[in-house]
């Protein structure tokens, strides 16, 4: 292949792919027994970062930027006037093992254009997993992107192959979605999230009666929606979420702040700021919801419908209910420890285990990881100071605003402050 | 009290032994590197003896779980001088307690050796992330590395299960000493640099004629896959810290 043709490829179909937010290499199970090239790594790498603070695992490219519809959100649309190309089956395996080989990548993120049709489409991915496992014993991730539309017996065969597969909802509501992209529905998307799980539960019971029951899917499902192009509140976004991650047993929603890309006018114009805090605000939702026991109707509801800007969810639920405060650091149920402002997981399981030494002190909870300075409005411990007046919510959030001005007001970071 | 040792893992392990030999009370522990007579403190030098060591180890191995095994091991690595100290005072702690005492967060040898665990751990993981090879004319996947903590011992399993199908080397230049995988077992080599052999970079080993359109590739990739209107030099930092930089081949000039 030309050195300078491969360059521009690479730069066109990478360029068009990055604006899928997920990267995570995360939940593969492949081991490398046949003595080929890679693994996976169960908590999955990231091997460095964009300048923008993002992971990149995975070479993420599109096989064509090609496509016959012309969804509003997307780089790629038919209408859109971009440079177009279409990489070849054999130089997408052979850039994943070149660039494997050399410890930049986890594996492969795989999407597509649509060109032809869907099948057409769907058939030249599954060749790149096939080619890649079977010709060249790769045991690294593969993420594969399924198409909208391709049939049941290609999606069946992919799974095979792939570790992870995903597809978009998109917009978090249907109405959004008919909004920017006519010709495109949540059912769409539905049929194959709901095809593979079916699947995966079969190859389960299967592996029960037959040995060499071949992997399907080991790493699960994953889906995105766009935030910010359509006029969906944070809670519509989140039971949106709520009802994947239940029906459809998602490992990942990803949350992609809205890139303006299009003059349109159903769109928010060309410049305008990704909501880059918003996004984050809504990863907190999502953590609280899968590993600190929340509700989502705890933190969003129809008095709540959007999450705090100046705050993160979980104290803002706090603050919202004193009535479960302080808690007392030396007999609280773990799963009350862990609502504390200030306390993470780590932090949660560490105190539960040195109480059962003795009544933990304010200088003990420093050292195990406790945000003291949060903290201290929501706990009592052994030495807590004697507290004259109980404050009220609004009032704890002035100090704890006042004394972190520098670290939450200044909100153009996109970091993943956790709590 | 101070007991000097030679700054091995026998040698820490050896020490403990002494202590309950001749349980003198308070003791510090410090290796020769740093050791400085003082004139009012008596000291004693820890004579390392494995067999004094394995008894040692096979007691912890009772005492405490894998997990606890590990970030006692990682401690040990951290090859800072207080935290053989820790070690050495964490051991006797456990030794003298019931089964379960490493959970005692409260207890300052424990936190202490959670966090030079954590810390070697991490750079345990970023060595994975962050090591980039490059294909020599022989054939080889190789690497010259310079981490803050001995962490090779720690990378090796990964590296040997992943790239299984290919030769390799990971080079401690700092600690002149490496990780050569033969495509069936992992050996130690040390490698002589004098003869024009440009440490930094395999510059003198010859490259493979494919290593640049890769490494020029995965640049442009690099570029390609930034968002910039969510530019954010902060948080880039903090996940590459800058002293990594000199591994990674997207951050190279080119
Ligand atoms: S079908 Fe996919 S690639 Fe094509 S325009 Fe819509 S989102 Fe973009």
Redesign the interface.
């Known amino acids: 292949m030309s050195f300078d043709r491969i360059r521009e490829k690479l730069n066109i179909l990478a360029d068009a792919a990055k604006y899928d937010v997920s990267c995570s290499s995360s939940g593969g199970t492949r081991k490398n027994d046949n003595k080929g090239l890679g693994d996976s790594h169960s908590s999955g790498i990231c091997h460095t970062y964009t300048e923008d603070g993002r992971c990149v695992s995975l070479l993420k490219i599109l096989l064509t930027n090609h496509c016959i519809y012309d969804c509003l959100f997307c780089v790629s649309r038919k209408s859109n006037d971009v440079k177009r190309a279409a990489f070849t089956v054999d130089e997408v395996v052979e850039l994943t093992m070149n660039f494997y080989r050399r410890n930049y990548i986890e594996g492969l993120f795989l999407s597509s254009g649509i060109f032809k049709n869907a099948d057409f489409t769907m058939e030249r991915l599954l060749l790149v997993c096939k080619k890649l496992r079977l010709e060249q014993n790769y045991n690294g991730y593969i993420h594969l992107k399924t198409i909208p539309g391709a049939s049941d017996e290609l999606i069946k065969e992919a799974g095979l192959y792939a570790d992870r597969m995903s597809i978009n909802l998109e917009m978090p509501t249907e109405a959004g979605l008919k909004l920017l992209a006519p010709e495109k529905s949540h059912a769409d998307v539905i049929k194959p999230l709901a095809f593979v799980p079916q699947n995966i539960t079969q190859f389960a019971a299967d592996k029960k009666l037959i040995k060499h029951v071949p992997k399907f899917v080991p790493a699960g499902q994953s889906t995105q929606m766009v935030i910010g192009a359509t006029p969906e509140t944070d809670k519509d976004i989140m039971y949106t979420a709520n009802a994947f991650y239940k029906n459809f047993s998602l490992k990942r929603v990803y949350y992609s702040g809205y890139v303006p890309i299009s003059n349109d006018t159903r769109m928010p114009i060309l410049g305008t700021q990704p909501p880059l805090l918003r996004e984050n605000r809504l990863y907190q939702t999502d953590w609280l919801m899968r590993f600190y026991g929340f509700k989502v109707q705890e933190i969003l509801n129809d008095a709540n419908p959007n999450l705090d800007v100046d705050i993160d969810p979980k104290l803002s639920w706090a603050i919202r209910n004193m009535q479960h405060f302080p808690v007392d650091i030396n007999k609280a149920d773990y799963r009350m420890i862990l609502r504390i402002p200030g306390i993470g997981v780590m932090s949660a399981q560490k105190i539960v285990q040195a109480r059962k030494f003795g009544k933990l002190r304010i200088d003990q909870l420093k050292k195990i990881g406790v945000a003291y300075n949060r903290a201290k409005h929501f706990i009592t411990c052994a030495d807590s100071p004697y507290q004259l007046k109980d404050y009220q919510g609004t009032q704890i959030k002035a100090f704890i605003l006042a004394e972190s001005q520098s670290k939450y007001l200044k909100t153009d970071s996109n970091q993943m402050i956790l709590f | 009290m101070t007991y000097i040792f030679d700054s091995s893992l026998p040698g820490l392990l050896t020490a403990v032994f002494e202590w309950f030999e001749r349980k003198p009370g308070k003791v510090v522990l410090k290796s020769t590197e740093i050791f400085q007579p003082e004139a009012f403190s008596e000291s004693f030098t820890v004579a390392t003896n494995s067999e004094k060591a394995d008894r040692v180890w096979a007691g912890l191995q009772k005492k405490l779980k894998k997990d606890w095994l590990r970030k006692f091991y990682c401690s040990y690595l951290s090859e800072i001088p207080e935290a053989y100290n820790h070690l050495f005072q964490f051991t006797i702690y456990i030794f003298q307690n019931s089964t379960g ?1 490493e ?5 300052e040898h424990v ?1 202490a050796l959670a966090k030079y665990a954590k810390s070697v751990e991490r750079e345990k ?1 970023r060595m ?8 020599t004319a022989d054939g080889i ?1 190789y ?1 010259g590395v310079n981490p803050d903590f001995n962490v090779l011992p720690l990378i090796s399993n ?1 590296f040997k ?6 030769q390799w080397i990971i080079y401690d230049l700092k600690r002149k000493y490496g990780l050569h995988y033969n495509l069936n077992t992992v050996e130690e080599i040390t490698i002589d640099f004098t003869n024009g052999v440009n440490s930094k970079n395999p510059s003198a080993i010859l490259l493979d004629e ?1 290593e640049e ?6 640049k ?3 570029k ?13 930092v ?3 810290p800058k002293r990594y930089w000199k591994y ?3 951050k190279q000039l080119s």
Not at chain 2, 103 to 107: A, L, R
Not at chain 2, 128 to 135: D, L, Y
């Open positions: 005492a959970t005692n967060y409260g207890n936190i993981h994975e992330a962050f090591i980039r090879f490059q294909h996947f690497t990964h299960n992943r790239y299984a199908d290919q494919k359109l890769y490494s020029v590739l995965w442009d990739y690099f390609s896959a930034n968002i910039v209107a969510r530019k954010n030099t902060k948080l880039h903090q996940h590459v990674l081949t997207e």
